[in-house]
């Protein structure tokens, strides 16, 4: 099975990544989990990675804690949209298992130093924080990174933050850019992948149904937040941001993109975290992400309700 660890801030749709993934042995060994300040503060965000795995009977997947600021700005949250404990919906239950002593960051850079060239793949779902400072602080270890791959930016979908802007990245611009200069391998799902999984009303009946105490809590959490988006967007569903990248890790052709040049913005005000994105290669800068822009939209939702029926 493939090494992953998260960097996550959950979250009602990182509660959907994390699931999919622990649902996924054969596949996906999950080292374990970084919460990290986003979505909510970090208090609630290693709670929350906590009970996600308690609700999956995954007490042993440790979880760390990260970051609880960004590196180059305050903290901006987003409870309007995940509610005050940043996983407002379900009543979960208590987690078991205790948070980890040893720092998120710590526990990063030992298990790369102990990992062979190109073991391990880090898959985040919040602010690039965590990543920014691993190498900052240890970047002899980015030949041990088989891959990044994070739901960040946005290319033709814009900002949902601002105008410009995609939360994850526009939380933390200064780690974002760190991560896209670094020469590590990266796989981004943008808004634009993931505005187009919609979590229509059917979709949600069915996750409901699937009869598992998993089905049910995700799709409580999911009812949640996709209340705002509806009225937000004004769509008939809400988009399914974080399990685009436990998908792509799944199922990787259910995906299709670009390689091309990503710069962050980390400067003005106006577009403070944008993701500026040369998807039409006219700059001539070189390329450094995979950025995705298609969706089996189908398929991903096929994958998705199957591996959350397969948990308790
Ligand atoms: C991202 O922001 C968070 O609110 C979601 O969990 C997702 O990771 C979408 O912009
Ligand atoms: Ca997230």
Sequence with gaps: ARKIIFDTDPGQDDMAAILMALASPQELEVLGIVAVAGNVPLAH????????????????????????????????????????????????????????AKPGIDFLIETLRAAKDGEITLCTLGPLTDIGLLLTRAPELKPKIREIVMMAGAYFEVGNITPAAEFNVYVDPTAAEIVFKSGVPITVMPLDVTHQVLLIQPRLDRLAALGNRSGKALAEALTFSRTFDVNKYGTEGAPLHDPTVTAYLLRPELFGGRHINVEIETKSALTMGMTVADYWRVTGRPANARYMREVDVEGFFGLLFERIARLP
């Design 45 to 100: 965000t290693e709670r929350n990675a906590r009970k996600i795995c308690e609700l999956a009977g995954r007490g042993d997947v440790p979880v760390f804690a990260g970051s609880e600021q960004p590196m180059g700005r305050k903290l901006v949250t987003a409870e309007h949209v995940h509610g005050k404990t940043g996983l407002d919906g379900p009543d979960l239950p208590e987690p078991k298992a205790k948070l980890q």
